[in-house]
């Protein structure tokens, strides 16, 4: 096991490299397609290793593969306003192939949509909850059960949905860590609404957006994409293109037992680096110094982490939990860095959200979307650097935070010239928040501290060890910060009911 952690270890950091060196090469400038041939190159070198499958290893490579190439020859580059949906295109396609190939599937997926229209007043009362932000800060797409999320809303449907259990877990699967189009629960509801429609008008026209998206997946997609003012690319070009790309694959994946829910999961997971974590809108963001030094600090913290526990790992969840608890730590310890910790950014951007929501009723589904992974990532690693910090007491010597058994290498933050020469980026005798107002660019935008193409990668190699059980969503409290800190949702979570 010691060589698969290794192996997996290499492949992740391999991952998070390529996106971010070809961030700080291109930072500043035009954005192109092939730029992102470096991820393409690394992705390719995965292998199956010991007992996992290989068919779910190439449900990942094939997927980047079909992405890259389908958008290369389709365009040079995508413009911001439409990279944070090119991995929304992938678990449409994938789960028109399961209806097509298992027909029983096919009923089950039928039984749902009618489920749905059964279930208005559940639907209704969670569209106006997000409405109007009764949950407070949410994810929309979140990969747990949230309250007001999306998937919390699809899991209470399909609990009473008479279909065989796999089903049930495949369906909430697409419209968890799979993005089954780029629908957030809600959004139809709030602009109907506030066109003037009575809130029984507005809460019809949300269900059959709802069903609409499981009904005609790909076309529902590309009609979200239509009203968005998408301009990039064909989508229904890429999308007809990626089937036949893709269909052999999916095909070995079910002869291989592997459950439809990470069937539907890995190909959507994996490609967003390409065109979107390396787009336009990041080499924007990174051509400031301080942005680009947290992310280069907080990868090589990871990767300083990772590599000295590699020898220790216990399981393959240990990596997963190392990686992501050790980057917490990295941005929690330069938020600290100003003055500032989790908690008091937790009550900023949730105060913030309140008032968001009245200046802004139609706002995006998915807008505090980010802030929502920030907070939790954050808080995360505010407590374990704050036991680090009552277990150093105050005496000489480098903080060691510890994600259970592993400590977290912090050096690479003091390493780090502009990170901790702040002086050289503000007015230089007060120079107290650049740091801080850095990472608030950031809390939009999180993807490559949380960090995705890591988390993407693993996730992979974790579900070909377990191909048969479903990894999406994680049926675990997801320990919101907002919740933790500030509100009381916890009492509207559901996340032990997961199907």
Same mark, same amino acid.
């Given at each position: 096991?010691?060589? #698969?952690?290794?192996?997996? &270890?290499?492949e992740?950091?391999?991952?998070?490299?390529?996106?971010v060196?070809?961030?700080k090469?291109?930072?500043?400038?035009?954005?192109? @397609?092939?730029?992102?041939?470096?991820?393409?190159?690394? =992705? $390719?070198?995965?292998?199956?290793?010991?007992?996992?499958?290989?068919?779910?290893? !190439?449900?990942?490579?094939?997927?980047?593969?079909?992405?890259?190439?389908?958008?290369?020859?389709?365009?040079?580059?995508?413009? /911001?306003?439409?990279?944070?949906?090119?991995?929304?295109? $992938?678990?449409?396609?994938?789960?028109?192939?399961?209806?097509?190939?298992?027909?029983?599937?096919?009923?089950?997926? $039928?039984?749902?949509?009618?489920?749905?229209?059964?279930?208005?007043?559940?639907?209704?009362?969670? *569209?106006?909850?997000?409405?109007?932000?009764?949950?407070?800060?949410?994810?929309?797409?979140?990969f747990?059960?949230?309250?007001?999320?999306?998937?919390n809303?699809?899991?209470?449907?399909?609990?009473?949905?008479? +279909?065989?259990?796999?089903?049930?877990?495949? @369906?909430?699967?697409?419209?968890?860590?799979?993005?089954?189009?780029?629908?957030?629960?809600?959004?139809?509801?709030?602009?109907?609404?506030?066109?003037?429609?009575?809130?029984?008008?507005?809460?019809?026209?949300?269900?059959?957006?709802?069903?609409?998206?499981?009904?005609?997946?790909?076309e529902? $997609?590309?009609?979200?994409m239509?009203?968005?003012?998408?301009?990039?690319?064909?989508?229904?070009?890429?999308?007809?293109?990626?089937?036949?790309?893709?269909?052999?694959? &999916?095909?070995?994946? %079910?002869?291989?037992?592997v459950?439809?829910?990470?069937?539907l999961?890995?190909?959507?997971?994996?490609?967003?680096?390409?065109?979107?974590? @390396?787009?336009?809108?990041?080499? !924007?963001?990174?051509?400031?110094?301080v942005?680009?030094?947290?992310?280069?600090?907080?990868?090589?913290?990871?990767?300083?982490?990772?590599?000295?526990?590699?020898?220790?790992?216990?399981?393959?969840?240990?990596?997963?939990?190392?990686?992501?608890?050790?980057?917490?730590?990295?941005?929690?310890?330069?938020?600290?860095?100003?003055?500032?910790?989790? @908690?008091? =950014? &937790?009550? #900023?951007?949730?105060?913030?959200?309140?008032n968001?929501?009245?200046?802004?009723?139609?706002?995006?589904? *998915?807008?505090?979307?980010? !802030?929502?992974?920030?907070m939790? %990532?954050?808080?995360?690693?505010?407590?374990?650097?704050?036991?680090?910090?009552?277990?150093l007491?105050?005496?000489?010597? /480098?903080?060691?935070p %510890?994600?259970?058994?592993?400590?977290?290498?912090?050096?690479?933050?003091?390493?780090?010239e =502009? +990170?901790?020469?702040?002086?050289?980026?503000t007015?230089? *005798?007060?120079?107290?928040? =650049?740091?801080?107002s *850095?990472?608030?660019?950031?809390?939009?935008?999180?993807?490559?501290?949380?960090?995705?193409?890591?988390?993407?990668?693993?996730?992979?190699?974790?579900?070909?060890?377990?191909?048969?059980s479903?990894?999406?969503?994680?049926?675990?409290?997801? !320990?919101?910060?907002?919740?933790?800190?500030?509100?009381?949702?916890?009492?509207?979570?559901?996340?032990?009911?997961?199907?």
């Amino acid at each position: 096991m010691a060589e #698969l952690y290794e192996k997996m &270890v290499k492949e992740a950091m391999m991952a998070q490299k390529a996106d971010v060196e070809t961030i700080k090469k291109n930072r500043g400038k035009e954005f192109k @397609i092939r730029d992102t041939k470096a991820y393409l190159d690394v =992705v $390719q070198e995965m292998k199956a290793a010991g007992d996992q499958s290989e068919a779910v290893i !190439n449900l990942h490579k094939n997927s980047v593969k079909a992405h890259y190439e389908i958008l290369d020859s389709l365009t040079d580059t995508i413009r /911001p306003e439409d990279d944070p949906f090119v991995e929304h295109y $992938q678990t449409p396609v994938v789960l028109e192939i399961l209806r097509d190939e298992d027909s029983e599937f096919e009923k089950s997926l $039928q039984a749902f949509i009618d489920a749905i229209e059964k279930s208005e007043a559940l639907i209704g009362k969670e *569209a106006i909850r997000r409405y109007g932000g009764f949950y407070g800060p949410t994810c929309v797409v979140d990969f747990a059960l949230m309250p007001g999320s999306t998937s919390n809303v699809v899991n209470r449907i399909l609990s009473k949905t008479d +279909i065989p259990e796999m089903h049930k877990q495949a @369906i909430l699967s697409a419209k968890s860590w799979g993005m089954n189009t780029s629908y957030g629960i809600g959004e139809v509801f709030a602009n109907e609404l506030e066109r003037g429609a009575t809130a029984a008008e507005a809460a019809r026209k949300e269900i059959e957006m709802v069903k609409y998206i499981y009904e005609e997946p790909v076309e529902a $997609q590309a009609k979200l994409m239509d009203d968005h003012g998408h301009e990039s690319f064909d989508v229904r070009e890429y999308m007809s293109r990626y089937r036949k790309e893709m269909e052999a694959t &999916v095909r070995a994946a %079910m002869d291989d037992g592997v459950h439809y829910g990470n069937i539907l999961t890995v190909p959507a997971y994996c490609v967003g680096d390409i065109s979107h974590h @390396i787009a336009q809108s990041t080499y !924007n963001m990174c051509k400031d110094d301080v942005v680009m030094a947290i992310i280069e600090a907080t990868t090589e913290v990871m990767d300083s982490t990772l590599n000295s526990a590699v020898s220790s790992f216990k399981s393959e969840y240990d990596v997963l939990s190392l990686a992501t608890g050790s980057s917490a730590c990295a941005v929690e310890y330069i938020l600290e860095l100003d003055g500032f910790n989790a @908690i008091g =950014v &937790v009550d #900023l951007l949730t105060k913030r959200f309140h008032n968001y929501v009245q200046l802004y009723p139609t706002r995006g589904a *998915a807008a505090e979307l980010h !802030n929502s992974d920030f907070m939790d %990532m954050i808080y995360r690693g505010w407590t374990h650097i704050d036991k680090a910090r009552r277990m150093l007491n105050g005496k000489e010597g /480098p903080l060691e935070p %510890m994600v259970g058994d592993y400590k977290v290498d912090l050096s690479p933050i003091h390493e780090n010239e =502009v +990170i901790m020469n702040p002086q050289r980026y503000t007015y230089p *005798a007060c120079a107290i928040t =650049v740091r801080f107002s *850095a990472l608030m660019r950031l809390a939009d935008y999180p993807c490559l501290l949380t960090s995705e193409p890591v988390t993407a990668t693993l996730m992979t190699n974790i579900i070909a060890l377990h191909k048969e059980s479903a990894a999406s969503p994680a049926r675990t409290c997801k !320990n919101c910060a907002a919740a933790a800190l500030i509100d009381f949702r916890h009492n509207h979570c559901q996340w032990r009911e997961a199907v």
